[in-house]
């Protein structure tokens, strides 16, 4: 497996990380807010074996592999170009196994082109898989109230969880998809729930869901910006 990863999240889940595959970590430079210039899920989104991303993300990947194909996986540049704000949010869909949730005034038109038969969900948020970790058969945690009042509309299973404690230098708390990078039932999480107040309802979400959950390192939630595994 490849993991590219913010290279500012903690030394110790890097460690760990590699225990487990091939590790690149990713940071640019001065095209966006300082706290989001390494996270991953600003600059690119994941569909089955489509990596849709930014130039600057293409670019990155192209030096890994020229061939523009990670493990089966085809690296597919985007229309649009990463900024400040909310022009950082055109890659950063939740994508689960029948649906996409986003603010759709911001997506990517190469990530509507290529949902398949997905199902969009337009919600206010536009730093949705910042917000929204999605899970097997469309089971979904977050840290947003405007799009777990969505969620529950939709009648998708859910769990809402408090983003106070989640730590994101820079600002004064991050979001927990953030802290997540998902490979099939395989859950890798920036921290040890056990330093979160909701940490023993993920957990028991997660296990409830048939996955597997690693945590990286001994140390509160980092919201690194996903952790994208190819």
Same mark, same amino acid.
């Given at each position: 497996?490849?993991?590219?990863?913010?290279?500012?999240? %903690?030394?110790?889940a890097v460690s760990n990380l590699k225990q487990y595959g091939d590790c690149f %970590?990713?940071?640019?430079?001065d095209i966006t807010n300082s706290y989001l210039s390494g996270h991953i899920d600003v600059f690119g989104c994941l569909i089955d074996d489509k990596y849709i991303v930014s130039n600057e993300l293409y670019n990155f990947l192209i030096n890994i592999s020229p061939s523009e194909s990670i493990n089966g996986i085809k690296i597919i540049k985007g229309h649009d170009d990463v900024g400040f704000d909310y022009d950082a949010t055109h890659y950063n869909a939740a994508v689960s196994d029948n649906y996409i949730i986003h603010?759709?005034?911001?997506?990517?038109?190469?990530?509507?082109?290529?949902k398949d038969n997905r199902q969009l969900i337009n919600v206010k948020q536009g730093f949705c898989r910042c917000s929204v970790? %999605?899970?097997?058969n469309d089971n979904f945690i977050t840290s947003d109230n405007g799009i777990a009042k969505q969620l529950k509309t939709n009648n998708m299973k859910h769990l809402f969880v408090d983003p106070s404690e989640i730590i994101l230098p820079?600002?004064?708390n991050g979001c927990i998809g953030g802290c997540f990078g998902v490979y099939k039932t395989d859950v890798y999480c920036i921290g040890n729930l056990s330093y979160?107040?909701?940490?023993?309802?993920?957990?028991n979400f997660i296990e409830e869901c048939d996955c597997h959950l690693i945590e990286l390192y001994d140390g509160p939630l980092f919201d690194g910006g996903s952790i994208t595994i190819l």
């Amino acid at each position: 497996m490849v993991f590219i990863y913010n290279k500012h999240i %903690p030394e110790e889940a890097v460690s760990n990380l590699k225990q487990y595959g091939d590790c690149f %970590p990713f940071l640019s430079n001065d095209i966006t807010n300082s706290y989001l210039s390494g996270h991953i899920d600003v600059f690119g989104c994941l569909i089955d074996d489509k990596y849709i991303v930014s130039n600057e993300l293409y670019n990155f990947l192209i030096n890994i592999s020229p061939s523009e194909s990670i493990n089966g996986i085809k690296i597919i540049k985007g229309h649009d170009d990463v900024g400040f704000d909310y022009d950082a949010t055109h890659y950063n869909a939740a994508v689960s196994d029948n649906y996409i949730i986003h603010n759709t005034k911001y997506t990517d038109e190469v990530i509507l082109q290529n949902k398949d038969n997905r199902q969009l969900i337009n919600v206010k948020q536009g730093f949705c898989r910042c917000s929204v970790l %999605p899970l097997s058969n469309d089971n979904f945690i977050t840290s947003d109230n405007g799009i777990a009042k969505q969620l529950k509309t939709n009648n998708m299973k859910h769990l809402f969880v408090d983003p106070s404690e989640i730590i994101l230098p820079g600002c004064k708390n991050g979001c927990i998809g953030g802290c997540f990078g998902v490979y099939k039932t395989d859950v890798y999480c920036i921290g040890n729930l056990s330093y979160h107040k909701d940490g023993d309802k993920i957990r028991n979400f997660i296990e409830e869901c048939d996955c597997h959950l690693i945590e990286l390192y001994d140390g509160p939630l980092f919201d690194g910006g996903s952790i994208t595994i190819l």
